[in-house]
């Protein structure tokens, strides 16, 4: 398997544009999780799916992020209108089973300026 | 609620050294716990896990970490450090066998 793949690996964009990230889990994985990694705050929780079912958003910081499950292969994580306090290292990963090991993505680092 | 703590932001330890990172974790239930390794530019990579059964539990790259209930902790350690060693680390647990806390990392520094 590939492994968790993310796109676009690198995103710079203007302060109230809309951003989107991308996430593949690894197949046959029904966990998929969205963390966000910055200096200050360190790794965080945004969300969290199971069976494509958003089971805890409690951690996404505002309304203007939104992250939807289509289908089990594919995630999407928007930002709209984003700010530059969103830059940051967005991860994603995926697990066979809840509490089990997680599979990282190698993360899409935005830059918002 | 489940929390994670991880002493120490910043080690450094000399090459061949012992290795020694902290964490402790709040739990009123024996919680699944793992050490994940973060090297620079790349996402996280799990190096151990407990879940049950043995408390001393083997990973990769010749790290170690024990369980120890009585003290609420699982501190990572190897025996001789190696430059490639240098990264950061987290310890997470997983409270409800759903989703994974981590801790703030410990960004380990390896001298020559």
């Known amino acids: 398997d590939a492994g968790v793949i993310q796109s676009p690996r690198h995103e710079v964009t203007e302060m109230g544009q809309e951003v989107t990230l991308r996430c593949k889990p690894i197949?046959?994985?029904?966990?998929l999780f969205w963390y966000r990694q910055t200096m200050m705050r360190g790794l965080e929780l945004l969300i969290y799916?199971?069976?494509?079912?958003?089971?805890?958003d409690s951690g996404m910081p505002e309304d203007r992020f939104s992250a939807k499950m289509p289908n089990a292969s594919f995630s999407t994580l928007k930002i709209q209108p984003s700010e530059p306090r969103d830059s940051a290292v967005y991860f994603c990963?995926?697990?066979?089973?809840?509490?089990?090991?997680?599979?990282f993505g190698p993360g899409t680092r935005l830059t918002v300026t | 609620a489940q929390s994670v703590t991880q002493l120490g932001s910043h080690v450094s330890v000399s090459e061949g050294a012992l290795v020694l990172l902290r964490c402790n974790y709040s739990?009123?239930?024996?919680?699944?716990l793992f050490w994940y390794v973060q090297y620079p530019n790349q996402g996280l990579q799990l190096l151990l896990k407990?879940?049950?059964?043995?408390?001393l539990v083997k990973g990769i790259n010749g790290f170690e970490a024990e369980f120890k209930k009585s003290e609420t902790s699982f501190h990572l350690t190897k025996p001789s450090a190696h430059m490639s060693d240098a990264a950061e680390y987290f310890c997470?647990?997983?409270?409800?066998?759903?989703?994974?806390?981590f801790g703030a990392g410990t960004r380990l520094t390896v001298k020559p």
């Open positions: 990963a995926s697990s066979l089973i809840g509490g089990g090991e997680q599979y």
């Open positions: 197949s046959g994985h029904d966990y």
């Open positions: 799916f199971n069976n494509n079912v958003p089971i805890d």
């Open positions: 739990s009123s239930v024996p919680p699944y």
């Open positions: 407990y879940t049950t059964g043995a408390t």
């Open positions: 997470a647990v997983s409270p409800n066998n759903n989703d994974m806390r």
